[in-house]
């Protein structure tokens, strides 16, 4: 499949940019630091101002965490930049992501429709922040505490999708072996079953389980999303081991589009499905 370059000027606001963000993050990250002392305000008083502790601005200004869009637009009212940092915005919107998911993160935001279908992990939209936590703390190699916290809130802004207007259609499909995964322990698992549970009550929302004692399934080639935008074209999205593919290839986006239908026959239905959660919260 080939890559798309139409949405992207994947799977984590605030996240440490990758290399090909990172040259962005510290330009910002200079530019404030610049206007800041020019405007002859210490980190800690500028930090008050923003509602942040200095060591965190200094982070900000060192490049090594992506401000949220708010934080941006105060620091530009406080600093009276007339702007100049607000510019920054999309730009750093785009960096908090891995290069590789660079594009699905816009394609999300434009989204009417989402086709998901996973095997390994709860969808990263459907995540509570204990699971992200999990998982996270589950990398090799072993991801630094502050890259953590930045992709656990860059993760936690894109679930914004589920009170958007207007409300986009969300499908998700996963394996029964997902959620019986005690990724991070019972406690973290019986979160993200109750999360599930309230996500799947949603009028837009429809989640799905294909049991491990199915004999049919026609997603044994691996996960993948089909993403309808406004304009009605499709994208499919694959993902894997930090690389993805997202393709417009019409041949390939219809056959994706007709495998998640068969995937959804063959598994249990929305209301089943939602019944089996509550029996697997049961079990714990």
């Excluded at 200079?30 to 101002?49: C, D, I």
């Excluded at 401000?67 to 920054?88: H, S, T």
């Excluded at 207007?166 to 499909?173: D, K």
């Amino acid at each position: 499949m080939g890559a798309a370059s139409e949405p992207g000027p994947e799977a984590d606001a605030g996240q440490t940019a990758d290399k090909s963000g990172q040259g962005v993050v510290a330009a910002f990250g200079q530019s404030l630091k610049t206007l800041r002392t020019r405007a002859g305000m210490e980190r800690e008083e500028f930090g008050r101002r923003l509602g942040y502790s200095a060591s965190t601005i200094a982070s900000f200004e060192q490049g090594r965490r992506i401000p949220p869009p708010r934080a941006i637009d105060r620091a530009d009212e406080v600093l009276d930049a007339g702007g100049l940092l607000k510019v920054w915005k999309d730009q750093l919107e785009r960096a908090q992501y891995p290069a590789f998911f660079q594009g699905m993160a816009q394609l999300e935001k434009q989204a009417i429709e989402l086709l998901m279908y996973d095997t390994m992990v709860v969808n990263g939209l459907l995540q509570t922040e204990e699971y992200m936590r999990a998982l996270l703390a589950m990398r090799r190699p072993p991801l630094d505490q502050e890259t953590i916290e930045q992709r656990v809130t860059a993760r936690l802004a894109r679930q914004d999708i589920f009170d958007r207007r207007p409300t986009p259609l969300l499908s998700f499909v996963m394996d029964e072996s997902v959620l019986r995964h005690r990724y991070g322990g019972n406690g973290v698992l019986r979160g993200q079953l109750e999360h599930l549970l309230l996500i799947g009550q949603r009028r837009n929302v429809e989640i799905q389980l294909m049991p491990t004692d199915c004999e049919d399934n026609a997603g044994v080639n691996g996960p993948f999303t089909v993403v309808t935008r406004k304009d009605g074209k499709k994208f499919l999205y694959v993902e894997a081991q930090n690389t993805s593919s997202l393709t417009t290839d019409p041949e390939q986006t219809v056959l994706a589009s007709a495998r998640y239908g068969i995937i959804r026959s063959q598994a249990l239905t929305p209301r089943e499905s939602l019944e089996f959660i509550e029996k697997l919260l049961g079990e714990l």
